[in-house]
Nanobody, 122 residues
């Protein structure tokens, strides 16, 4: 079964750092693109950072210079390093990916993780 699992959320003080991980499991043949989204109460889900299969990265203006997305292809895992966190970064962070997988025929589909809570507060 193919799925995405996030980890690394928690409570941190303003100015602190966290690193989120998103691991894709199953018979993954390719990660076509992968990204991090977040949603706080009363707001729409928004993209935070993403990269394409070609390696291009994109960031929301609100996190540029503070967040860095990276990936480990061998582990089918993406990371989001978050530095200088602010209270407005508090949200549930979701991993999203378009994956090509074998089940047993070869398919491509979009997947979401269940999310991990990030709370920035003193």
């Amino acid at each position: 079964q193919v799925r995405l699992v996030e980890s690394g959320g928690g409570l941190v003080q303003p100015g602190g750092s966290l690193r989120l991980s998103c691991a894709a499991s199953g018979r993954i043949l390719a990660i076509n693109d992968m990204g991090w989204y977040r949603q706080s109460p009363g707001k729409h889900r928004e993209v935070v950072a993403s990269f394409t299969s070609g390696g291009r990265t994109n960031y929301a203006d609100s996190v540029k210079g503070r967040f860095t997305i990276s990936r480990d292809n061998a582990k089918n895992t993406a990371y989001l390093q978050m530095n200088n966190l602010k209270p407005e970064d508090s949200a549930v962070y979701y991993c999203n990916a378009h994956l090509t997988f074998e089940q047993p025929i070869i398919l491509t589909d979009e997947f979401w993780g269940r999310g991990t809570q990030v709370t920035v507060s003193s």
